[in-house]
């Protein structure tokens, strides 16, 4: 039997993500295991019958390598699980390789699955390669992608009791704020029902002769904003914003979808002026239903690549998409 710890950061006011509980279900569901949850920057506000472990204070509120390497080592060295699981976010991503040497475990990342025998799934080269691995090391990190686990922790009841952990650091580093890349607002939305993705056919002359890239900026934001989509983009796209050319300016390489981008994991995608080739089409490959919006009847996505395809023109759709939305 292993004892299993599962690391989160709580909001402020005590709930977590959607993610995290996705994590807690899936160390719950591996089967007669202690589960103890370790939380930084404060107490997580959800039922536990298990052990709950806290490192609270303004230093650990902020995402820093320092304090949460530091808050997790303290953790870990406090429950002394065989298993850690934490939420592939961006803050346990880049400090818990660390923790796994300062505790002498060993860490996998972007694990997609874990099983009862403890064998963890994962992708290699660009999710082509699917494989299944095992380790005798302990502690033994694995950090989990979103969509690994179907259920999640329930959120309603009485919040579990707390064991506070102090950590005394003095922290070099001061986070001052955030920033979006090219003053847009937050348009990646790893915990969104709908993945929206922009072709670089919004920025080519349409039927009327013009190019209607600020109506098209105009569009797909309004449609991201109502349906609380994330926005994806193809390789097209977001190179004619990194060349300076002024087509969608809330577009980074972040958004790139496919062999050369990320490969996001949502219920749901669109697709809209884009052709569907395979080395963009790669990355949809944990959308569960793809559909896509395209002049053009011969398209990529017309070859087996999306369940349905809407042979139209994406300006008139999503404008009627956000017209509907907005009743
Ligand atoms: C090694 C390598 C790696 C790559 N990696 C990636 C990657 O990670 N991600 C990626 O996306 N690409 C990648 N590519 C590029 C990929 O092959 C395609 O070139 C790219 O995806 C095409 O982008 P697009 O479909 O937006 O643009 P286009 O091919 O220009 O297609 C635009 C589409 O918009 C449609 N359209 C135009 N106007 C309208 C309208 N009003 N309504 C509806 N439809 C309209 C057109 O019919 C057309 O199908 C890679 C290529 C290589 C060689």
């Known amino acids: 039997m292993s004892s299993i710890l599962v690391l989160v950061h709580p909001q402020p006011d005590g709930s977590l993500s959607r993610h995290s509980l996705e ?12 589960v103890v949850v370790g939380a930084v920057g404060g107490a997580p506000a959800i039922p536990f019958e298990g052990r709950v472990l806290v490192v609270e204070g303004e230093a650990f509120t902020q995402p820093r390598y320092s304090t949460d390497a530091a808050a ?21 991503t880049r400090c818990l390789a ?3 040497q300062r505790v002498g475990g060993r860490i996998d990342t972007h694990v997609t699955a874990l099983d009862e025998s ?18 005798t090391q302990r502690p033994w990190f694995l950090i989990i992608e979103s969509g690994s686990s179907k259920s999640v922790a329930p959120v309603a009841g009485t919040p579990a009791a707390v064991v506070k952990i102090a950590v005394s650091v003095s922290p070099r580093t001061e986070v001052s704020g955030m920033v ?6 937050q348009t990646i939305k790893p ?27 105009g569009l797909i934001l309004g449609f991201i904003d109502r349906a609380g989509a994330s926005l994806g983009s193809s390789k097209s796209l977001v190179d004619l914003s990194g060349e300076g050319v002024s087509v969608l300016p ?29 080395p963009h089409v790669v990355g949809w490959r944990f959308i569960n239903e793809r559909r896509a919006v395209n002049l ?11 369940d349905v395809l809407y042979v139209a023109d994406a300006f008139e759709v999503v404008a009627k998409l956000n017209e509907l939305l907005s009743r």
Not at 296 to 306: L, Q, V
Request: net charge positive; proline share 5%; charged share 20%.
């Open 23 to 34: 994590v807690l279900a899936l160390a719950k569901s591996l089967g007669g295991g202690d």
């Open 72 to 92: 997790a080592q303290a953790i870990c060295e406090a429950v002394k699980p065989d298993v850690v699981l934490a939420p592939s976010t961006s803050r346990w």
């Open 98 to 100: 660390g923790v796994a």
């Open 118 to 135: 403890l064998q963890a799934m994962r992708w290699y080269y660009r999710q082509r390669i699917e494989a299944v691995l095992t380790r």
């Open 180 to 185: 979006s890349p090219q003053g847009g607002g």
């Open 191 to 217: 915990e969104a029902e709908l993945l929206f993705v922009a072709g670089a056919g919004w920025t080519k002359k349409q039927k009327d002769g013009r190019v209607r890239a600020a109506e098209a900026a």
């Open 250 to 278: 809330f577009l980074s390489h972040l958004n790139q979808v496919g062999q050369t981008g990320s490969t996001p994991r949502h219920p749901k995608g669109l697709a809209t002026c884009c052709h569907g080739e395979e």
């Open 296 to 306: 053009d009847p011969s398209c990529g996505w017309a070859r087996g690549k999306a």
